[in-house]
């Protein structure tokens, strides 16, 4: 199949080549378009009114790459309307560090997945555990199987299948899972800029207390790959029907 290949993590990322390097041993046709620098929780956000700057770079199994100027929806957005308007599916990845839950809302890498999936491509995105660097070919390789998988099974269209790999060296298998609420220790850290400007810095991080249920986040605790289809469709269907009564 003929595989756009993007991320949120810059063209020059570890995933992004990783991903390539598995879709091209499998044998399927690739091209790369990627921000040409790191983009991380940029979300779905657009670069309105500015032009987007295309440099194309050399990436090992990508037929061609290309390093662009913007942001990963901006990425996939110009590349299925100019640079490779063939591609039939979009695989976004391997971001380092996993998107489950509500971080999905925040990922740049969901987004340029989602970017894919409402253009009419199938769509694929893929994260690993913030705490590894060398399992990428591992979850590369996860989203190869998941390509083939979604051919026998596949999502409905305009969705994503959002894969995320657990912190081991192999996955102790694959479990389709839901999304949980997570919940952060949060803080923004005050500061002064030189000039004597206030500056808030955000950190922070996951709430190790959290009870493990039959989620995302507790699967991939386990030891388990995760597989969740997300849709660009967040109505609530239910709460909005009640409002008629209102």
Not at 45 to 70: C, D, F, N, Q
Request: hydrophobic share 40%.
């Amino acid at each position: 199949m003929k595989v756009l290949i993007s991320n949120d993590d810059g063209v020059f990322a570890p995933g992004i080549a990783a991903l390539a390097e598995a879709f091209a041993e499998a044998g399927h046709e690739v091209v790369v378009a990627a921000p040409d620098s790191q983009r991380s929780a940029a979300s779905h956000s657009l670069s309105l009114g500015k032009p987007l700057r295309v440099k194309e770079v050399t990436l090992g199994g990508a037929s061609r790459a290309y390093a662009i100027g913007g942001t990963p929806a901006d990425c996939v957005k110009l590349a299925l309307s100019r640079l490779y308007p063939q591609a039939e599916v979009v695989v976004s990845g391997v971001n380092h560090g996993h998107n489950i839950g509500t971080d999905v809302l925040y990922s740049g890498t969901v987004a340029a997945a989602m970017e894919g999936a409402l253009l009419g491509r199938k769509a694929i995105a893929v994260s690993l555990a913030y705490s590894r660097e060398d399992t990428y070919p591992l979850a590369a390789k996860a989203a190869v199987d998941a390509l083939e998988t979604m051919r026998r099974c596949p999502i409905p269209e305009r969705s994503v299948l959002n894969l995320n790999y657990p912190d081991r060296d192999e996955a102790l298998g694959v479990v389709p899972a839901r999304q949980r609420v997570l919940r952060y220790l949060d803080e923004y850290i005050p500061g002064v800029d030189p000039d004597g400007t206030p500056v808030y810095t955000l950190t922070g991080h996951l709430d190790p207390a959290m009870e493990k249920q039959d989620d995302d986040y507790s699967w991939l605790e386990r030891g388990y790959a995760t597989t969740t289809v997300l849709t660009w469709d967040m109505t609530d269907d239910d709460a909005t029907n009640a409002r008629k009564d209102a």
